[in-house]
């Protein structure tokens, strides 16, 4: 069994699975450089052959023990029919959906695959090309991360729009989660048919909720896309990442999650117990990528240690940003591993 599926399963192993979020991306200069070549963000995402490399290319200078799949969770909204671009310097726009009339606008869920069958050309050449030891993971955003995008417009400070009409129309405001869960569903569907073996949601945002909504409108509906793809695809791990709900994490600890990804605020030993020895994932601060030396060696062995007779998989309380330093990823695998 790959190591990261072994842990996945309530396993322990020697050293833990390691593996970072945005390893393809732009602090590797040859990630910027197949991004030229494609043309733009998008058009690489679109591009089975070149984001299939670009999945590759941080498996080639790092001995990750997994992959994820290079593609966007703003695809969905995309395939729902929004207009979307990523102007560079200023993140992603999107046209907007603020009212349950809107809502009826967008294409129907039936339609996503038309637009979203590059990505399974994607995984399918992932899943021939991998190492067989490099599990791989497929992934989409949480249908609340997704909305805040669709409702915003951008991304946005303190998702003031999605909170608002959280309050006011609750009910219009859960028609677009629930179709973004039902599209959710179908695209990873899709995924884990064209050969994805742990799917991930990412609720970058979960933790703009206020606590009394983080159940309803975060954790039930991941809950509820991963119970659907646990029974058409039984064999599949389930990774959510709930982001930045501090002492919330205790709602996550739910059957549907394999592993529970913990964001760099609060500390392992204390995640593992509010979580009940449930397999985590976490939760090094992508600051020390930056900074390097000691510090990183430090900081990643104590996380190490909080974990060691638990089940875990080693990563970064959030994505890798572009100003890391690609040297500094062979130092953290030698502490985590060493
Ligand atoms: O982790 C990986 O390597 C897999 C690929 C991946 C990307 N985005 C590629 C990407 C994944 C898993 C994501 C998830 C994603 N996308 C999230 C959730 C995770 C998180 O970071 O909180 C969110 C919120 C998005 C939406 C999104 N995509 C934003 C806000 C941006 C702009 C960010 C910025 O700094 O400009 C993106 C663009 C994006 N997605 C890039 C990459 C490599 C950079 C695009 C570029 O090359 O210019």
Same mark, same amino acid.
């Given at each position: 069994?790959? #190591?990261?599926?072994?842990? %996945?399963?309530?396993?322990?192993?020697?050293?833990?699975?390691?593996?970072?979020?945005?390893?393809?991306? $732009?602090? %590797?200069?040859?990630? $910027?450089?197949? $991004?030229?070549?494609?043309?733009?963000?998008?058009?690489?995402?679109?591009?089975?052959?070149?984001?299939?490399?670009? /999945?590759?290319?941080?498996?080639r200078r790092y001995n990750f023990d997994a992959a994820i799949l290079f593609a966007d969770i703003l695809l969905i909204p995309q395939a729902l029919g929004l207009d979307l671009s990523f102007v560079a310097g200023e993140g992603p726009k999107l046209s907007t959906v603020r009212t349950?009339?809107?809502?009826?606008?967008?294409?129907?869920?039936?339609?996503?695959? +038309?637009?979203?069958?590059?990505?399974?050309?994607?995984?399918?050449?992932? =899943?021939?090309?991998?190492?067989?030891?490099?599990?791989?993971?497929?992934? =989409?955003?949480?249908?609340? /991360?997704? =909305?805040?995008?669709?409702?915003?417009?951008?991304?946005?400070k303190d998702h003031a729009r999605a909170r608002r009409w959280l309050y006011e129309d609750f009910s219009g405001f859960m028609s677009l989660i629930t179709m973004i869960e039902e599209a959710t569903i179908e695209y990873l569907s899709m995924q884990i048919q064209a050969g994805a073996e742990i799917v991930k949601l990412f609720d970058s945002w979960a933790g703009a909720l206020p606590y009394d909504y983080i159940n309803i409108v975060s954790i039930e509906p991941m809950?509820?896309?991963f119970a659907e793809l646990k029974k058409r695809h039984p064999h599949i791990k389930t990774i959510a990442f709930p982001r930045g709900i501090g002492a919330a994490y205790e709602l996550a600890n739910v059957p549907e999650f394999d592993c529970v990804a913990i964001d760099a605020?609060?500390?392992?030993?204390?995640?593992?117990?509010?979580?009940?020895?449930?397999?985590?994932?976490?939760? %090094? +601060?992508?600051? /020390?990528?930056?900074?390097?030396?000691?510090?990183?060696?430090?900081?990643?062995?104590?996380?190490? +240690?909080?974990? #060691?007779? #638990?089940?875990?998989?080693?990563?970064?309380?959030?994505?890798?940003?572009?100003?890391?330093?690609?040297?500094?990823?062979? +130092?953290?695998?030698?502490?985590?591993?060493?």
């Open positions: 069994m790959k #190591k990261i599926v072994n842990n %996945l399963s309530g396993n322990i192993t020697n050293t833990p699975p390691i593996w970072l979020m945005r390893q393809a991306g $732009r602090y %590797l200069p040859e990630y $910027r450089e197949t $991004r030229a070549k494609a043309g733009s963000f998008l058009e690489l995402c679109y591009n089975p052959e070149l984001a299939a490399e670009v /999945t590759l290319q941080p498996l349950a009339h809107e809502i009826e606008q967008l294409k129907p869920v039936d339609d996503i695959h +038309d637009t979203l069958s590059p990505i399974y050309e994607t995984v399918k050449i992932l =899943a021939k090309e991998l190492p067989d030891e490099t599990a791989l993971i497929g992934f =989409a955003g949480s249908p609340w /991360t997704v =909305a805040t995008y669709m409702i915003e417009g951008q991304g946005s809950q509820r896309i605020s609060v500390s392992m030993e204390w995640a593992s117990t509010v979580l009940g020895g449930k397999c985590l994932q976490g939760n %090094l +601060d992508p600051m /020390t990528m930056i900074v390097g030396g000691d510090v990183l060696k430090r900081e990643a062995r104590k996380i190490v +240690d909080q974990m #060691k007779d #638990k089940p875990f998989i080693f990563n970064l309380g959030h994505g890798i940003t572009p100003e890391a330093n690609p040297d500094h990823v062979h +130092d953290l695998l030698e502490a985590v591993r060493g």
